[in-house]
Each structure stands twice: as C-alpha cells, then as structure tokens.
C-alpha cells in the first residue's frame, strides 16, 4: 500500500490533468491517492473516473487556505464529500474573493504600465482557480521578469504592488467546514510555517481544539528528524498521521508523486479514519 494523500492538479495550481495525475500516481506504485486542490473540487470527478480505469483508490479532497495568528495555513479535508451544500458554499465565497483580490492585482498593474495582466493570468489560469502564480506566469511570458521568483520579488511578493490583501477565513472556520463536508481536517505541511516548537504546538492545540483530527507528519521531502519530531506532536495531540507529496509538478524529486508515505511506526495513520 502506498498512501499519497496530497496532491494538485491543474483544477488549482498543478501543471497536470486529473486524469494524467492519477495515471501518473498509478506508474509510480501509488494505490491510494488523495486529490487535494486549492480551494475547489472541479478535478476530483475526472480524477474519480480515471482512477476506476486504473485501479486505484481515489480519495476526495480538498485544500483550505487560512489564518492562525496572523499567519497563512493550509488545511487538507480528507474523504469529504464534495457535494456538501456547506462546502459549496464556502468555496464560491472563496472564488468571488480570489475573483475581486485578481481583478485589484490586475488594476494596480496596469497602473504601474503594465497592460492586460488580468486577461493574460486569465488565459493562463483557464478553467483553474485564479491567482498570483499566473499573474507570475504573465509577467515572466511578456518579458517584464526573467523568471516567476523575480515577479514574485519585484511585482506579486510581501509589500509588493500586487500583494493584495485578502481576507481569509480562520483555522476554525475552515476545520467546521470540512468536518460538515463529512471530511477528516488534516494540518498541512506543518514545516512549512516556520514556527518555533512553541507556536507549532500551539497551533497543534488550537486546530485540535477546532474539530482537526489528524497532521502531515510526512510532507514531501524532509529531514528524518522532522519526521520524528512531527510524529512527536501528532502523538502528544491524540491526532493521527497523514503523508504526501504536495505535488504540483512532474519530475521534481522532493515532492513526486508515492515517494513519502513511510509513516514512524508510532503513527496512527490518517486512513484509519474512514477504513
Ligand atoms: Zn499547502
Ligand atoms: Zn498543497
């Protein structure tokens, strides 16, 4: 069994189909695979189709962004289902806010000379759920930066023009409205936030007080210390264990596809939860 309970397709902000992300999940061994895009469901139905073609388990998911403490977060919903009217909801307040925030980027570039960003991030985005990387995308294609970290640098990042406040939802919200959508909430890559031992188990505290179930003990690559220390947390929280690549893009190594689900055998495993 290899578990991959975190992953984007181009229905958010991958670079593949859902269909080429579960053949792709498939080559690699993958026998459960969990879809998790940004904010929306649109991909999990091809996802669902392909996966029946191809024998493997799909599980429906979804990632919520958030604020904790002044500080974005992200939580995974696990085996939700997507119909929920709750869940509906919330991701149509989402979009309209990301619609406004792209819209206002849009204006201040163009402001600032650049024309026809928001059309451009528009074509790029597609049918995807718009926002700064395409922005990012635009700005490297019309040649006003060389590469996406210098957009992010001169034009999209932190006090930035673009940076465009948006007003998320807290981590309390986001957790009520997976745990309605019948889901298991699911702290994303805990690393990532760069808090202290502290505040993680602070943080730990508050989601586990809201209604979270389980953490990424394993996220992508990662030194074997911070698996132990992430179990570590899990275990002192009473949440279980949930592992995944993040993926987003082919062929980069830290984060492809079944590459991180070798749970410490001290974990409770996050699947328990709907087996
Ligand atoms: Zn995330
Ligand atoms: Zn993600």
């Not at 974005?72 to 991701?91: K, T, Y």
Request: aromatic letters at 6%.
């Amino acid at each position: 069994m290899i578990y991959d309970l975190h992953t984007h397709s181009n229905a958010s902000d991958g670079i593949l189909s859902p269909e080429a992300l579960v053949s792709r999940a498939k080559q690699r061994g993958v026998t459960h695979l969990a879809l998790t895009d940004h904010d929306t469901v649109q991909g999990l139905q091809s996802a669902r189709q392909q996966a029946a073609l191809e024998d493997l388990v799909l599980i429906d998911g979804i990632e919520l962004s958030c604020v904790w403490a002044g500080r974005g977060i992200h939580v995974v919903g696990l085996n939700i289902d997507p119909e929920s009217a709750e869940l509906q909801s919330a991701i149509a307040a989402q979009k309209e806010a990301r619609e406004m925030r792209a819209i206002e980027i849009g204006r201040r570039l163009e402001k600032a000379g650049i024309r026809g960003a928001l059309e451009g991030a528009q074509k790029l985005a597609g049918e995807a759920v718009l926002g700064r990387p395409h922005f990012a995308r635009f700005l490297v294609a019309e040649g006003h930066v060389n590469n996406i970290a210098g957009a992010f640098k001169q034009y999209l990042g932190a006090g930035k023009l673009g940076d465009v406040k948006h007003r998320w939802p807290d981590i309390a919200e986001v957790t009520a409205i997976i745990v309605q959508a019948g889901g298991v909430p699911v702290l994303a890559h805990p690393a990532k936030y760069e808090l202290t031992r502290t505040k993680l188990r602070e943080l730990l505290a508050e989601f586990k007080a809201c209604g979270g179930l389980a953490v990424e003990v394993i996220s992508g690559q990662q030194p074997p210390n911070e698996t132990e220390t992430m179990a570590g947390m899990a275990n002192l929280f009473g949440l279980h264990a949930s592992c995944g690549s993040d993926f987003h893009v082919p062929d980069q190594p830290w984060q492809e596809l079944g590459g991180f689900s070798d749970l410490p055998s001290g974990c409770t495993p996050v699947w328990q939860l709907w087996h």
